[in-house]
């Protein structure tokens, strides 16, 4: 599919990894639509695109009413890119000189809510859009993580992104008859502003962990996203952008 003049959605845009892929697809001639929990989170981006191409608007991916008045709101939609995801990290059970604590289940269901249940509606919701119209035809790509296949402290985020696989796989066997693709991108740990606050000594081991050794810019995910709607044969993957981490 040629980005240029699609209708590309982009959930979670409003900073990080969503801003960078909104931008990317900008840069490559598409129609953006971003979307983002509380609108003024975009302003950001609205600033650093200065497009016309481009519109805001808020969306709480994890309330199906929502998203479907999002959804129907856009004039057309080509490609859906699901990156709106949030962390509350902690472990399972943590007993401490005594005391025992356990991951709350509101920690647990919150992000289930918004990185599975969310990816689930707007995937939906983008997939009947494509699926209705002549000839049918677009493109769904889900951010999934290197911790899908479970990581220390994120029991829910792992669960949650494991799902995302799953769900992947299974749209890009069932939407293929309307020549719908889906993939999905794996990410490592990447440069942003939340690993920039981390400690030094502390990324340093994040990174001797990475056989290029080096955290990954949001620009080569971004880059991912323009690859896969690009090239027409990809579908029902997960590409592993993690420089390595997972060989």
Excluded at 33 to 60: E, F, I, K, V, Y
Excluded at 71 to 90: E, K, Q, S
Excluded at 130 to 151: F, H, L, Y
């Amino acid at each position: 599919m040629d980005i240029a003049d699609k209708h590309c959605v982009v959930t979670g845009a409003g900073r990080g990894l969503g801003r960078q892929i909104a931008l990317a697809l900008l840069a490559r001639g598409a129609i953006v639509h971003a979307c983002d929990l509380n609108l003024d989170t975009l302003d950001g981006l609205r600033q650093a695109a200065a497009s016309p191409h481009l519109t805001c608007a808020a969306c709480d991916v994890s309330s199906e009413t929502a998203v479907q008045a999002f959804f129907d709101r856009l004039p057309a939609v080509d490609v859906l890119v699901n990156n709106a995801g949030i962390t509350r990290d902690g472990l399972l059970v943590k007993n401490k000189d005594g005391v025992l604590s356990t991951m709350p289940l509101a920690d647990f269901q919150s992000v289930l809510h918004v990185n599975l249940t969310g990816v689930f509606l707007c995937g939906r919701a983008a997939a009947a859009r494509m699926a209705a119209r002549a000839g049918g035809g677009g493109v769904i790509i889900n951010i999934s993580s290197v911790s899908r296949c479970g990581n220390f402290g994120q029991t829910n985020y792992s669960a949650a992104k494991a799902g995302v696989d799953a769900m992947t796989v299974t749209w890009s066997k069932e939407l293929a008859r309307y020549q719908i693709r889906c993939a999905a991108i794996a990410p490592g740990y990447l440069q942003t502003e939340m690993t920039a606050a981390i400690r030094p000594e502390i990324l340093e081991k994040i990174t001797a962990q990475i056989p290029l050794r080096r955290l990954g810019q949001m620009q080569e995910i971004a880059d991912t996203v323009c690859f896969i709607i690009g090239n027409d044969f990809v579908n029902g993957k997960i590409l592993e952008i993690d420089g390595g981490l997972r060989l």
